[in-house]
């Protein structure tokens, strides 16, 4: 949490310095946060749009080019997570985990909206842009040796043979990934420098282990061998569901088919940087 407001705490003071030495025009420019809910698209919930959704923020810097163009820097932090809704209910995985992301997108507004005249104070928008964002799935096990139950990282683990010779092929993933934001948005000016937006957005990734699960179930015995008891329980939990169960090599875990994605409805409020530096620069201006 305090790395996210040190990056919207620098992104804020480095755009008041540039506005304060006259280098932008500061009417074009806005600074607000966003509040909404961020939710999982992948493997443990059946690829749908409907997961679960959790509390999600940010803050964002906007230029606006013209009336139809802006470019846009956000930074964001939220939390998704999946579970089994599906048909292999044996299977019994879960996993949940932080994100923080930072995006460059493009706006088009649909109307000519403006901050300095009540023409169009309202505008249905679109966005696409390129983002960064850092994800590391966990889920809660109880040790049946200890007793102990905990958060895990997964992606250490290695829980489809990343990293054994079981399966050399397999790497273990990054968890620092590129994203793509697009979506939709609706834009309101309620005074001439504020501007109030809701909007949806999509993120496609290129990854498919935001929740650690991706292809098939490597030979557990071999796997507690190599990895260890705690990455042989996590990789196939579907003995807690039915005792004694556990997935012959090569059964499906996942659909490597398919990458993950996530989402992000949100509320953005921002403030033109005029009305929160404007005084300085003229204050400079004067003193000359």
Not at 101 to 128: K, L, Q
Not at 170 to 199: A, C, D, W
Not at 267 to 286: A, E, H, I, P, S
Request: aromatic content about 16%; glycine content about 10%; charged content about 20%.
């Amino acid at each position: 949490m305090s790395k996210v407001k040190t990056h919207i705490a620098f992104l804020v003071l480095f755009l008041a310095a540039l506005s304060v030495r006259g280098q932008i025009t500061l009417g074009k420019n806005e600074i607000g946060f966003t509040v909404g809910g961020m939710n999982y698209i992948g493997d443990l919930n059946n690829q749908s749009m409907l997961g679960k959704v959790n509390f999600a923020f940010g803050g964002l810097y906007r230029l606006n080019f013209d009336e139809r163009w802006s470019l846009r820097i956000d930074i964001d932090y939220g939390h998704v997570e999946g579970g089994n809704p599906d048909y292999i209910e044996r299977r019994n995985l879960s996993f949940s985990s932080h994100i923080l992301e930072g995006a460059v997108r493009t706006e088009f507004n649909f109307f000519p909206f403006s901050m300095r005249d009540d023409h169009y104070n309202w505008t249905p928008y679109i966005f696409g842009g390129i983002g960064f964002f850092t994800f590391n799935p966990k889920a809660y096990y109880t040790d049946p040796f200890t007793g102990e139950a905990d958060w895990y990282e997964l992606q250490p683990l290695g829980t489809e043979g990343q990293g054994s010779p079981l399966t050399p092929d397999r790497t273990p993933y990054t968890l620092k990934q590129l994203n793509m934001p697009f979506g939709i948005g609706l834009k309101y000016r309620p005074s001439k420098s504020l501007t109030l937006s809701v909007e949806y957005g999509f993120r496609k990734t290129w990854t498919d282990y935001i929740d650690d699960v991706s292809t098939t179930y490597v030979d557990n015995a071999q796997l507690a061998y190599y990895m260890g008891d705690l990455t042989a329980g996590l990789a196939d939990r579907s003995g807690e569901v039915e005792p004694g169960y556990v997935n012959a090599a090569g059964i499906k875990r996942g659909d490597d088919s398919l990458d993950d994605w996530y989402a992000y409805f949100n509320v953005n409020l921002t403030v033109k940087l005029d009305l929160l530096f404007g005084w300085m620069l003229k204050k400079r201006c004067d003193n000359k």
